[in-house]
């Protein structure tokens, strides 16, 4: 499993770099463009912001779009490669902590 691990992690890490910042920027221009309440009347629609036309292009940029069917592709691998690192690194993990415990039994008994 860790020699997968050492040969897919290079390739993919870019990827889910990408993925993440783009995400973190999707969510922080969210949360950025909220202002308070303004005490102009409801009828009057809002001006567009500048953080929407950022929340957008960073939504574009994160599901993939931007590249059309490759960039979809990539983000498909991405979330896969996601997947498979968690997984993988949990059981990389459980029989490390597996291995400790028998081996510490094994020196408590002798």
Avoid: V
Avoid at 63 to 69: C, K, V
């Amino acid at each position: 499993m860790r020699r997968w691990h050492r040969l897919l992690a290079p390739w993919f890490a870019l990827l889910l770099l990408l993925l993440a910042a783009t995400g973190l920027a999707t969510q922080a221009t969210d949360l950025l463009d909220r202002a308070p309440a303004k005490t102009a009347s409801a009828d009057a629609p809002a001006a567009p912001s500048a953080m929407k036309s950022w929340n957008r292009w960073f939504k574009h940029i994160h599901s993939g779009e931007t590249l059309g069917p490759a960039g979809i592709a990539l983000n498909i691998g991405g979330g896969a490669a996601l997947l498979f690192f968690a997984g993988s690194g949990f059981w990389m993990y459980l029989t490390m902590w597996l291995n400790r415990r028998r081996n510490r039994r094994k020196r408590q008994a002798a």
